[in-house]
């Protein structure tokens, strides 16, 4: 049985006496229970056979070492009494075949674990902080999704000017990404119709949260119940419940309106705000910010997925104040139309400028290792790697954590895919590093 990478090689059944279930426990109450409850029908009855099998045991232990008779009748009465109570568990729970028992062992196992990792915060949107999800979810149950809402492209817009719903594209992403059932729900979630009249290019997970916001009344609750139904792990929540629009104002001086516009104007961003400016942050936002031990700011679209979230103020200075250990993921390519010719501490400055507190983290997790053969076909996409200044960093006051960040896929011939980050290293690391404050703090 597998239990997060660590084997134990041991019966399978034998797992529920595993460290950390807070079964054992239980167990142990029950047997001395239903010793204390013998021993007392015994008295109250005066039953004389108990005293007569007492003198049958006493003869044979005279014939054989007490030793061996009391410990074959231990572990006897152990293995019936386990066996029992195991056959009693799985009867309850309705598990009535191998498979399904050992899966409800290790999830619990694995849940139990989980419910006491770290209270994370991933503040962001698009795939960026739905990558990182798949990785922090096996580290802590403890997680809170903070997605922009300013998308106004694709399947999203659509919905957005028909209905009038709260773009659900980056929220649909990040419930799927912390799905237990990751595979199947994001197939599921991200299925888009094709050649379908009325439904084409609309993604299922799209029309089914538009159906529960429709349903419940709100996009935080249609949130919610669509996380039960789908048992993911956290919870996933939209910076605010306003109709949030971006709109930036260009180098020259021009006004671009709309997330999905910005980035194809070819003119370099100024500044970003949104429409109306004093969006209202969700209050179960701020609260989770307050309580976290660790706020994590993207990666993502610098000026389309993570600088929207702190546009709103209240979130901006919700971070900027908290207690929490906070790092920043920096893109590794930049973005055509958004950061062309940033650097690391051009991302930083441009975070900082928005959010308009200067505290809003205290490191940045930066790739520090990129195969040549995949900087060609960005190259020609007008995108290059994001140079780490460290001196720049330094004078900054933030801490460089640098560290190989790429997923390591290929193609059937062998060579590179993408530049994408890895949900598995990323969670890695940053936990990592967040263990290593905790500790240099006490």
Known sequence: MKFNKLFIRIPRDAGWLLPGLEVKRWFLLIITGAILAAIGLCIIYNLRP????????????????????????????????????????????????ERNRHAVLEDLYRRRKLNRGPKIVAIGGGTGLSTMLKGIKKITNNITAVVTVGDDGGSSGKLREELGVLPPGDIRSCIAALADDEDLVAKLFQYRFKDCAGLSGHSFGNLFLTAMCSITGDMVRAVKESSKVLSIRGRVLPSTLDDMRLVAEMDDGSIIKGESNIPE??????????????????????????????????????????????????????????????????????????????????????????????????????????????????????????????????????????????????????????????????????????????????
């Open 50 to 97: 108990v005293y007569s099998l007492i003198n049958m045991i006493v003869k044979i232990t005279q014939m054989l070492p007490s030793e061996i008779i009391g410990w074959l009748l231990i572990f006897l009465g152990a293995f019936l009494f386990f066996l029992g109570w195991l056959r009693t568990n799985y009867s309850i729970l309705d598990v009535n075949n």
């Open 265 to 442: 104007s070819g003119k370099r961003i100024k500044r970003l705000f949104s429409e109306p400016s004093n969006c209202k942050a969700l209050e179960d936002v701020i609260w989770a910010i307050h309580d976290a031990d660790l706020i994590i700011l993207g990666p993502g679209s610098l000026y389309t997925s993570v600088i929207p979230n702190l546009l709103i103020k209240d979130i901006a200075k919700a971070v900027n104040d908290s207690k929490a250990k906070k790092i920043y993921v920096c893109n590794i390519m930049t973005q055509p139309g958004e950061t062309d010719g940033f650097s690391v501490s051009d991302h930083i400055k441009t975070l900082i400028k928005h959010a308009k507190f200067d505290k809003i983290m205290d490191a940045v997790l930066v790739n520090n290792d990129l195969p040549t053969e995949l900087l060609a076909p960005y190259k020609d996409a007008g995108s290059e790697p994001v140079v780490v200044d460290k001196d720049e960093i330094n004078r900054m006051g933030i801490e460089i954590v640098q560290k190989n960040l790429i997923e390591d896929k290929r193609y059937e011939d062998g060579h590179s895919s993408f530049v994408r980050h890895s949900p598995s290293r990323l969670a890695r690391i940053i936990y990592y590093w967040y263990r290593k404050k905790e500790k240099d703090k006490h």
